[in-house]
C-alpha cells in the first residue's frame, strides 16, 4: 500500500511492535470515544498512524472499502491532522473508507473535509447518576434480577490476577464454549460484524468480565458480559453478552443490571449497552446518501431474520437509556461496491448456503478481497 510522508502504515499487530501496540492500547483507552474504541487491540485489523505517532486509526479492507473501528484515537489538536491523512491514505490508494459511531461533536470535522455523512443508528447510554432503578420504568428489569436472586443466581467479576493459571484456563475455555455455541446460532456465522468485538482472552488488556452461576455463584454457569472500556476509564460499555441456550430466562437482563450496580458503585458516571444500527434513521442529513439511507430504512423493517434491530432496541430501552444519535461517515462517496464490500465483512454472504442467489455476490466479493 501507498502512503505520504504524514502518515505510516502497519499490516497487522505484529508489524507494529511491542512499543505501537503499547501505545494503541493506551490510546483506546484514553481517547476513545465510543464503545468500539477498545476493539482496535484486537489481531483483525490494520492501522494507519500519524507520522509523528500523535493519533492512529484502526480498519479492517474488503474489497476497495476500508472499514474503520474506534474512530480516531488522537488527543482533540491531532484529530485533523490524523482525518487528513487517512483521506490523504485513501485517495492515494483509490479506496473509499468508512467511519463508524461517529458522535454529533465530530461531524463538523468530517464535513470540512468533503465526507458524506448519514445517520447510522443510535448508541443506547445509561446514565448512573442519581439513578436508584426504582419505580415503574425499571420495573420489569428488577422482575428479572429478582427472580433470578431468589433462584440462587449470582453474578461476580472474574480477575486473572485473582486465580491459578489452571483456574483462568478452565474459565475462559468455558466460557469460549459458550461463546462459540451463542454464535453458532447466529445467522451471519461465525463472522462478527464490522463494529463487534471478539472473545479471546488473549486480548483482553483492560476489559472486564462478569460471569452468572447457580447456587449463589458457585455452581454451574449461566452466562458472562464482557465490558470495555472508553475515556479513560470514566466510561464503559457492556459490549458482549452471551447467555446459555435453552438455560434460566432473564439471564441477559440480570447480568445487565446487576453489572450497571457495579459501575454505579464505582462512580463511573455512564454505560454505554452499545450500537443499535438502523435506528431511526429516515430523516435526512446535508447532503447524506439516499443509498446508504434507503438501505438502512430497509433492514429495520424487513431485515429482523438478519440482524433483529426493532428487538434489540425494544430491549435496550427496557434499561430506560438515552438514545444519542451515532453516524457513519464515508469518503468520497457512497456506492454500490460499498454497499457490497459491507455485506461481504458483515457475514451476510455465509448465508448463500441458504439462498443461492446469493452465491454469486459471494464469490464475486471474494474476487476483490486484498492484503
Known amino acids: 500500500m501507498h502512503v505520504n510522508q504524514t502518515t505510516a502504515y502497519f499490516d497487522s499487530r505484529l508489524a507494529m511492535g511491542d512499543r505501537l501496540c503499547h501505545k494503541l492500547e493506551a490510546f483506546a483507552y484514553d481517547f476513545g470515544r465510543s464503545y468500539d474504541s477498545y476493539l482496535v487491540i484486537e489481531q483483525s485489523y490494520e492501522y494507519l498512524w500519524n507520522a509523528d505517532e500523535s493519533g492512529v486509526v484502526a480498519f479492517n479492507r474488503c474489497g476497495q472499502t476500508l472499514f474503520v473501528v474506534g474512530g480516531l484515537l488522537a488527543a482533540e489538536a491531532h484529530k485533523e491532522q490524523l482525518l487528513a491523512g487517512l483521506v490523504a491514505y485513501a485517495s492515494i490508494n483509490k479506496l473509499t473508507v468508512a467511519v463508524f459511531n461517529l458522535g454529533e461533536a465530530e461531524l463538523p470535522s468530517f464535513r470540512r473535509q468533503g465526507w458524506q455523512l448519514n445517520k447510522f443508528g443510535e448508541d443506547a447510554i445509561v446514565s448512573l447518576r442519581m439513578n436508584s432503578w426504582q419505580g415503574k420504568d425499571y420495573a420489569w428489569v428488577r422482575r428479572q434480577e429478582n427472580y433470578l436472586q431468589r433462584q440462587g443466581m449470582g453474578l461476580s467479576e472474574v480477575r486473572r490476577e485473582t486465580m491459578t493459571s489452571d483456574e483462568w484456563q478452565a ?154 444519535p451515532r453516524y457513519v461517515g464515508i469518503y468520497p462517496k457512497a456506492t454500490w461496491r460499498v454497499v457490497i464490500d459491507f455485506l461481504g465483512v458483515s457475514g451476510l454472504f455465509n448465508l448463500a448456503w441458504r439462498w443461492p442467489w446469493l452465491k454469486k455476490s459471494a464469490d464475486h466479493t471474494d474476487s476483490w478481497k486484498s492484503g
Open 171 to 324: 474459565l475462559m475455555t468455558e466460557l469460549m464454549a459458550m461463546n462459540a455455541v451463542c454464535l453458532g446460532m447466529r445467522p451471519q456465522r461465525p463472522q462478527k460484524l464490522t463494529f463487534e468485538g471478539w472473545f479471546d482472552p488473549d486480548q483482553l488488556g483492560r476489559k472486564r468480565i462478569f460471569i452468572a452461576r447457580d447456587a449463589q455463584g458457585l455452581g454451574s454457569l449461566e452466562g458472562f458480559l464482557l465490558c470495555n472500556p472508553y475515556q479513560g476509564g470514566r466510561e464503559w460499555a457492556i459490549e458482549i453478552y452471551r447467555s446459555r441456550p435453552k438455560g434460566r430466562r432473564g439471564v441477559v437482563p440480570f447480568m445487565m443490571l446487576q453489572a450497571l450496580r457495579q459501575f454505579q458503585a464505582e462512580g463511573i458516571r455512564q454505560v454505554s449497552l452499545c450500537l443499535v444500527p438502523a435506528i431511526n434513521v429516515e430523516k435526512p442529513l446535508p447532503n447524506d446518501s439516499w443509498l446508504v439511507r434507503s438501505l438502512l430504512v430497509t433492514w429495520c423493517r424487513f431485515g429482523g431474520f438478519l440482524f433483529n434491530v426493532r428487538g434489540l432496541y425494544h430491549f435496550k430501552g427496557r434499561f430506560r437509556p438515552n438514545f444519542e
